[in-house]
């Protein structure tokens, strides 16, 4: 999952040969993050019966923040770092570099919180062999390439070693900056971008007719099956230089989240098995069309509430496992010592109440107390290093 990084740019221009300027910040895109990891935790903890069926349906349909976050993630690298590569301005080392102080102190967080919990449920029921490789497995971002291990750990940790596989192939793919650049005509430039991203489309749809399930080959469960996804964001990103459309943006956003909503919740509007498929195209839409800073819509998304709630809301995700499993302990014992009615269970809109603000008071002081003050420290560390070595070198 990507971060919304504070400096951006709504300029068009695309300079070259050392001119660069920080792009602007994409307040809207980073509130809209917040909805997609808060969808992924409803997802996975509430159930509560007698729900409306709209709502329902929405929640039984929150894992679909993840590839939200993935043609996200790819957006938003593109739309940093394109215009930081013209001016050739790029260093692979720095960016990999600043991909781990944003993702691995609140990851790190919450495998440390969840070491005791997974001790007690696979202590002695896994050989300490594999539970010793699964957890380095996980520590090193890896567990998507071992399925088997894939959930011993942080379960929704296998979508960071995802993320952490885009980061390692992301230089290779900045070719795609150039993408729609040269000196041709306007619509000879508009078609390449236009073909690039029905190619990203064409193979997130190969990528769908791949084996699927427990049943499925590890080949076909590997993190490069969610490779279009990332290149679809990418695509995205030149499109947004290239300042697609011309106008109507905030409506386009509008609209592909309103056909979201009702595909998901319209029975039969949409066969249940393409679904997800369809939500996740129409997801480049959303994106392409908020990303607009100017749209009245992608305003209200930019709230500073929401914007606050958007930089918090990787921890919120990563950490949603270790804060329901402790919360539900102490919940427990609150109600064997008789201190909370017995209808005021772990499926009671009582608990789900106290989890989500929990969840969210915990994504907030992790953000302001673990993850900001870890990646100023790992960046500035690597700086220093970096500038101790020339020192040394006496160059």
């Given amino acids: 999952m990507s971060s919304i990084l504070t400096r951006a740019s709504t300029s068009l221009s695309e300079p070259r040969g050392g001119s660069y300027f920080p792009p602007s910040a994409l307040p809207a895109l980073t509130g809209l993050r917040f909805f997609a990891a808060l969808g992924v935790v409803l997802y996975h903890f509430v159930n509560l019966p007698g729900l409306w069926p709209p709502v329902h349906a929405l929640i039984a349909r929150g894992y679909l923040g993840v590839p939200f976050f993935f043609i996200l993630s790819g957006f938003v690298l593109g739309y940093n770092y394109f215009p930081a590569a013209r001016a050739g301005r790029f260093q692979p080392r720095e960016f990999w570099r600043a991909r781990l102080a944003r993702l691995y102190p609140a990851y790190l967080l919450a495998l440390v919180l969840l070491y005791s ?53 992301f230089p290779l793919l900045l070719g795609l ?101 369809a939500c996740s195209m129409l997801f480049g839409a959303v994106v392409l069309g908020f990303a607009d800073t ?20 990787y921890s919120l995700y990563i950490l949603q496992v270790p804060v329901w499993v402790r919360l539900d302990w ?41 993850e900001r003050p870890l990646r100023r420290w790992i960046r500035g560390w690597g700086k220093q290093n970096f500038q101790l070595r020339i020192n040394r070198s006496g160059t």
Avoid at 295 to 312: D, F, N, Q, T, Y
Avoid at 340 to 366: D, Y
Wanted: glycine letters at 12%.
């Fill in 117 to 169: 919990a997974v001790r007690l449920q696979y202590g002695q029921k896994l050989s300490p062999g594999v539970f010793a490789g699964s957890g380095i497995v996980s520590l090193l971002m890896l567990q998507d390439w071992t399925p088997a291990w894939r959930d011993i750990w942080n379960t929704p940790g296998w979508t960071l070693s995802i993320e952490a596989f885009f980061y390692a192939v």
């Fill in 177 to 277: 900056r150039e993408l729609g650049a040269g000196r041709e005509p306007a619509r000879i430039r508009h078609g390449k971008v236009a073909l690039g991203i029905l190619l990203a489309l064409g193979l997130m749809y190969l990528s769908w007719r791949l084996p699927a399930g427990a049943a499925a080959p590890a080949w076909a469960r590997w993190p490069w099956k969610y490779l279009p996804l990332f290149l679809l964001g990418l695509m995205l990103a030149r499109a947004h230089e290239l300042g697609w459309p011309r106008g109507g943006r905030g409506w386009l956003g509008l609209g592909g989240a309103a056909a979201i909503m009702a595909i998901i919740t319209v029975p039969g509007l949409c066969p249940a098995g393409q679904i997800d498929h």
């Fill in 294 to 313: 100017r749209a009245w819509v992608s305003r209200a998304l930019g709230h500073p509430v929401l914007e606050k709630l958007g930089e918090a809301s």
């Fill in 330 to 370: 102490y919940w427990h014992d609150a109600m064997h010592a008789g201190w909370l009615p017995e209808r005021w269970g772990l499926h009671s809109p009582a608990f789900i109440t106290v989890m989500l603000m929990t969840e969210i008071a915990a994504s907030l002081a992790a953000y302001r107390w673990v």
